[in-house]
C-alpha cells in the first residue's frame, strides 16, 4: 500500500518541478536556488493569458531539451509570483533575463524562435573577455578587431563582475561592433592606448583610435555604457 502512494507523490513532485520536459517550473520557494546553481539560467517570465507567450512556448521548449547540459531554461508564471515579477521589473511578456550563478547578467531582446535562443545561449557560453597578459597580447588584440570598438577593462578588481555583465549585454546586442579584453594593469595597456587612466577604469578605443574612459562606481557602468557617444547605436 506504501508503495503506490509514494508513487503518486514523486509523479506529483516531477510535475510541479517541471513545466514541459526540460523546462523547469520556477516559484518564489525555489528560484534562488535554480538561478543560484548553474552557470547559465534562462528565465522566461510569461503570463497564462499572454498570446506571445504561447506561441513562444514549443520553441522554448525544445530549446531547454536541445540546451540541456549546457543552460537551464525556467517558465515563472509573472501573474502568480508578482513579488518576483515586481524585484525584476517585469513590464510585459514575455521577458526574458539571463542569470549566472545567481546574477542577473543580460535581458535577452533577440528572436523567440528555438534556433535563436541557441544561438544566444551558446553564445553566452564562450568568454565574453579576452584577457590580454602582456603588451603583445593588447596589440594582437587590436590588430584581430581593427573594425570594431575596443572596450578594455584595466585591472578590474573593483569593477570586475559589472564589466563582464555589460560585455555579455552588449555582445549580444552588438556583436559584430564590440569586443572586450582586460589588461592586469594599466601599464600593460598604455604602450598601445593612449589616455588618462589609472587601474579599475573602463578604457573605449573607436575605430577611429579616438578614447573615452569610465572612472566612476560600478554600478554605474551599465548607465554609462547605454549612452550613445561611448559604443555604436544598437542595429
Keep these: 500500500m506504501l508503495r503506490p502512494i509514494l508513487s503518486v507523490l ?9 513545466a514541459d520536459d526540460d523546462v523547469i517550473v520556477g516559484t518564489k520557494d525555489n528560484f534562488n536556488d535554480l538561478i543560484s546553481k548553474d ?23 525544445e530549446a531547454a531539451t536541445a540546451l540541456k547540459g549546457k543552460a537551464t531554461l525556467v517558465d515563472l508564471d509573472a501573474t502568480v509570483e508578482k513579488e518576483l515579477a515586481e524585484k525584476y521589473e517585469i513590464r510585459g511578456f514575455p521577458t526574458l ?16 524562435t528555438k534556433d535563436a535562443l541557441i544561438k544566444y545561449i551558446e553564445r553566452a557560453m564562450l568568454p ?13 588584440f ?44 594599466a601599464a600593460t595597456l598604455k604602450s598601445n592606448v593612449e589616455g588618462e587612466y589609472e587601474d579599475d577604469a573602463v578604457v573605449v578605443v573607436r575605430d577611429d583610435k579616438s578614447v573615452d574612459v569610465f572612472k566612476g562606481e560600478p554600478a554605474d557602468l551599465e548607465a554609462w555604457a547605454q549612452e550613445p557617444p561611448h559604443f555604436p547605436c544598437s542595429p
Design 10 to 18: 514523486i509523479a506529483l513532485l516531477v510535475t510541479t518541478v517541471f
Design 39 to 61: 552557470e547559465l539560467v534562462l528565465v522566461k517570465f510569461f503570463a497564462p493569458w499572454c498570446g506571445h507567450c504561447k506561441k513562444m512556448a514549443p520553441d522554448f521548449k
Design 97 to 112: 533575463k539571463l542569470f549566472s550563478k545567481g546574477e542577473l547578467i543580460s535581458d535577452y531582446k533577440g528572436g523567440r
Design 128 to 140: 565574453s573577455v579576452v584577457e590580454c597578459e602582456d603588451e603583445e597580447a593588447v596589440k594582437k
Design 142 to 185: 587590436m590588430e584581430d578587431n581593427a573594425d570594431k570598438t575596443l572596450v578594455f577593462g584595466v585591472g578590474v578588481d573593483k569593477i570586475g563582475s559589472e564589466f563582464v555583465k555589460v560585455s555579455l549585454s552588449l555582445r549580444d546586442s552588438l556583436p559584430d561592433s564590440v569586443a572586450f579584453a582586460s589588461a592586469k594593469k
